[in-house]
């Protein structure tokens, strides 16, 4: 993917128009013919499926696209590898549901292989990853106590351990998450679904209009349809919609929505920003207000914004030489949907101060605030270099 960032990259644009003609055969459109993609270069194209992360997607297609073999092999053997990564993880999810009951912590498990259950009907099709877990914000350390009695450990780097330091009560206010891992195994502990508008869904919420998905005979409490995309489209704002898998489960989830799409176009922005990236982008058809053609001022800035990320390098933002203007788009693209001064603060407060500062990620020893303004003040300066 080293195309200039001024212009899309051949295989960029035939994955959208691949992924919209598959998408409307899943609706069941088989007028249009298969794209042809036999003149594209087996190497750029095969980075180009894992930086969006669509082995499992299209592996099952790679065939009709015209393909050359080599690259149908090698997505058949990468997407075997992501299916069984998916199924790991529902196995995880199956193992961890008693603990929690157990120890009367209330859980709820998303994205991963439940979102992949609701949107496809099959838990390992969305591949390998992390098992996203959601908790309410007072049952952390009870969360963290049945994780790390299941052999779970928090990884160094990302929060202080110590939960009566007030650093942690500034992490927890600041981050929504904190990864645990047992071997290969990742699990992402969350007390927040996203950072900004955290009220939307808030856990009660979230938990009262649950659903439960049987894997292996054991239900296992996810989120309803409608809380599902809202998060799953705040969670591609919040990645600029750099992703095209992203978009992939955002409209099989607005289509599951059937007629209460309309409402949450209405009441839901974020939803409405991905559904104006999805038919532009993906050229795909859902129902929604009126012309797709004729998107509003935010809608068009969502286009702008996921053209440019879905060409550049992940983790840009993160990893880069550090910008002014990439740094401002950074924070506004975060609390663009809100309204609550405490959102723009704990954007901006991440950002400057992460909780990560707090604990040295190769000791995994927690860090005191001299020590952690050091850290920060010294990565700072490492970004600042050309």
Not at 134 to 147: H, I, M, R, S, Y
Not at 264 to 275: F, G, Q
Not at 342 to 357: N, V
Request: positive net charge.
């Amino acid at each position: 993917m080293g195309t200039p960032y001024g212009r899309d990259p051949a295989e960029l644009v035939a994955l959208r128009r691949v992924l919209g003609w598959m998408l409307a055969a899943e609706q069941g459109d088989a007028a249009a013919a298969a794209p042809d993609c036999s003149a594209l270069e087996p190497g750029p194209l095969l980075a180009a499926v894992a930086r969006h992360r669509l082995e499992p997607c299209l592996s099952p297609h790679a065939a009709a696209l015209g393909f050359p073999a080599a690259v149908v092999e090698e997505l058949r053997r990468r997407a075997g590898l992501q299916r069984l990564g998916g199924l790991a993880l529902a196995g995880l999810a199956r193992e961890l549901i008693p603990r929690f009951e157990a120890a009367g912590v209330r859980v709820l498990v998303f994205k991963g292989p439940l979102l992949a259950a609701q949107t496809c009907g099959d838990l390992g099709a969305r591949g390998s990853g992390d098992l996203d877990l959601l908790v309410d914000p007072e049952a952390v350390a009870g969360a963290l106590a049945v994780l790390e009695g299941a052999g779970f450990r928090r990884l160094p780097g990302y929060a202080p351990r110590q939960l009566q330091r007030r650093a942690w009560r500034y992490a927890r206010w600041a981050m929504k998450e904190l990864p645990l891992a047992r071997g290969p195994l990742v699990v992402d502990l969350h007390w927040a679904l996203t950072n900004v508008r955290r009220d939307r869904p808030g856990f009660e919420a979230a938990w009262r209009d649950r659903l439960a998905i049987p894997i292996q005979g054991r239900p296992v409490p996810t989120l309803s349809l409608a809380h599902a995309l809202e998060h799953l489209a705040a969670h591609a704002l919040d990645d600029r919609w750099g992703e095209l898998r992203a978009l992939v489960d955002l409209v099989r989830l607005m289509r599951l929505r059937g007629e209460a799409l309309q409402q949450d176009l209405c009441k839901r922005p974020a939803v409405a920003l991905a559904w104006a990236v999805a038919v532009t982008l993906l050229e795909v058809r859902l129902p929604g207000p009126g012309d797709p053609t004729r998107l509003s001022r935010r809608q068009r800035w969502a286009v702008d914004v996921a053209r440019k990320a879905q060409r550049e390098p992940l983790f840009l933002h993160q990893r880069g030489p550090w910008r002014l203007n990439r740094a401002w788009d950074l924070w506004y693209q975060r609390v663009a949907l809100s309204r609550s001064p405490q959102d723009w603060l704990r954007s901006a407060a991440a950002y400057a101060l992460p909780p990560a500062a707090f604990n040295d990620p190769c000791s995994g020893e927690d860090r005191s605030l001299a020590a952690a303004l050091a850290s920060r003040l010294g990565r700072v300066q490492e970004r600042l270099r050309p």
